[in-house]
């Protein structure tokens, strides 16, 4: 990409999301009385919830870290009423220490925590070259012989995007290089004159190709930005982000010499350890989780922040995801974490195209079914079909039997895909699939909670998930005799169904609504409450809400 266009791209970037930008408490808006496709929870609320009382929900954020003190978080976490804080005892016998918020599996005894990891499919091929690399494939048997050309299929993918990401941060560090360069040619012929297009157009540049390219972004940019170094720090902060981004995947991620798992300490290699871990729930980077915590429940009516979707909910931070995949031993034992100490809704904002041990996460899952809890999760932001892609975890077991026949699904999951606040449209980068997907959500430029008491705007099927799950977390309050199936059956069959054509992500296509999910519909909380009032709840025993 050449240099111009890289800039002039980030450029529009930025003055598209200033103009096409939705109201900051849009995924709670309605369409009917706002003219934005948001989920109808004020509405509910105001028509529907007022003098009503509710009951206390559960819902564990398994992700990569939640702000337990954030501002508007604080008053809804949840407080582990068996434990005592800070006196290095185990007080309820669960097997964990000091567990006050929840419970973080992938950091050490010592107080050390994962930050960067591995993607799954680089640990496979670890696992592989231990026992192909310098396998004749000739001399293997017929089953080896699938198993090697598993190997070379994913030798090659980790190769060519590990080679992509080094060619790309190189490309990117000259790009920031010579955009420098550029606007500081532009600052001298500025020469301390304000930013403004008259003092622009006055600038000859006199063949500077580098002074000719900041010339241009920054006429295109006067009406948006209100300096010279305004613009600056945006175009900085988008170069570093690609820097990141590109630095991520060919030092972590593709790197197959990296592995930061003796950080945690446990053995590995046993899929039934459980208690490892400590109890740091934030951890290095706690920006998706609390992110997502803020849809779900940030404090409604304090007057600062956000609105959360639900009230009377409690967060049960649970951490397992990276800066990279996490791995299948931790999302497992995340999930029965979350079951064992009462969470009701365990949101799943995090997915990945291999698994390492799926039958460890069916488990879970099946436990997670068998207690009475709903799963949420986020479809994936690659703009493919689920249909026939493999995105992990998922609701479906492990095949069985002859010829892979006899696969069963968890009833109590719901696979999310991303909405986008302007009509008629769904977010470009949204997972999909006819079967796969359930339903869709909002999931573009959200703005909820961030580390350390800000806020901020956050894109992904990772918001859409969230606000799901804050939605059957109402629903559960006000309705706690609800069975976890119920409020899966009540959130699909209330959906508002999207009777148009849309741009299949990932493609020019235009398709009905109804192709990208099971149901063709949106997730609507005032039409769920309304459903919910005429059922008769199944919610039985233990899994009861008190």
């Known amino acids: 990409m050449k240099l111009n266009l890289l800039a002039l791209f980030m450029l529009l970037s930025l003055s598209v999301a200033n103009a096409q930008k939705g109201p900051e408490n849009w995924f709670n808006l309605d369409q009917e009385q706002d003219g ?16 009503k009382t509710s009951k206390t929900v559960v819902v564990a954020v398994i992700d990569g870290g939640v702000d ?7 008053d809804v976490m949840w407080h582990n ?20 918020y929840g419970w973080n599996f992938i950091g050490g005894k010592d107080g050390k925590n994962v930050g960067p990891d591995q993607l799954e499919v680089t640990r496979l091929l670890v696992m592989y070259q231990k026992k192909y690399k310098n396998v004749n494939e000739s001399s293997l048997s017929r089953k080896a012989k699938k198993d090697y050309q598993r190997y070379k299929k994913i030798e090659a993918e980790v190769k060519e995007n590990k080679d992509k990401a080094e060619q790309e941060l190189e490309q990117i560090l000259d790009t920031k290089k010579r955009i420098t360069n550029a606007f500081t040619s532009l600052e001298k012929a500025l020469d301390g004159k304000p930013f403004t297009e008259e003092n622009l157009n006055a600038i000859e540049s006199n063949g500077d190709e580098g002074l000719m390219m900041a010339l241009s972004i920054a006429k295109r940019a006067v009406s948006e930005v209100s300096s010279l ?11 570093q982000g690609g820097i990141d981004y590109y630095t991520s995947q060919a030092k972590y991620y593709y790197n197959t010499d990296f592995d930061p ?29 609390t992110h997502v915590a803020g849809i779900i429940a940030a404090t409604r009516g304090n007057g600062i922040g956000i609105e959360g979707v639900a009230t009377n909910v409690k967060i049960m931070g649970v951490r397992v995801v990276p800066d990279g995949d996490e791995r299948d031993k931790d999302v497992a034992n995340g999930i029965r974490y979350a079951v064992d100490n009462g969470a009701n809704i365990i949101n799943m904002s995090f997915g990945k195209g291999y698994s390492w041990n799926k039958d460890v996460v069916d488990k879970a899952v099946k436990y997670a079914n068998k207690h009475g809890v709903l799963l949420v999760h986020a479809a994936g932001n690659s703009a493919q079909d689920n249909d026939h892609t493999d995105n992990f975890p998922n609701d479906t077991y492990r095949k069985r039997g002859f010829f892979g026949l006899g696969a069963k699904t968890s009833k109590t999951w719901m696979e999310i895909g991303a909405l986008s606040h302007k009509p008629k449209t769904v977010a470009n980068f949204s997972n999909y699939g006819k079967t796969q997907v359930d339903i869709f959500a909002p999931g573009v430029d959200i703005y909820s909670t961030a580390p350390d008491g800000e806020y901020k705007d956050a894109s992904g099927t990772s918001m859409a998930s969230p606000a799901t799950a804050g939605a059957a ?5 006000y309705y706690p005799k609800l069975s976890a199936k119920q409020l899966k059956t009540i959130l699909e069959a209330s959906g508002a169904k999207q009777n148009y054509s849309v741009q299949q992500p990932g ?38 809400i008190k």
């Open 81 to 100: 009423p068996g434990e005592i804080a800070g006196n290095g005892i185990d007080d309820d016998h669960n097997g964990y220490v000091d567990d006050v």
């Open 36 to 51: 934005i496709n948001g989920m109808s929870t004020e509405r509910a609320y105001k028509e529907l919830l007022k003098g």
């Open 68 to 74: 337990p003190l954030h501002e508007d978080l604080k």
């Open 261 to 289: 798992r003796s950080i945690v300490g446990d053995n590995y290699n046993n899929i039934t350890e459980k208690y490892y871990g400590n109890n740091n729930i934030k951890g290095p980077d706690a920006f998706h989780g």
């Open 473 to 477: 977390a109402l629903l559960l309050s």
């Open 507 to 544: 493609s020019d296509e235009q398709v009905p609504f109804s192709r990208l999910c099971r149901t063709g519909a949106t997730v609507n909380v005032y039409r769920a409450l309304k459903m919910a009032a005429t059922v008769k709840g199944k919610r039985k025993g233990k899994h009861k």
């Open 229 to 239: 170094e305004d613009l600056k720090s945006e175009i900085a902060s988008q170069l």
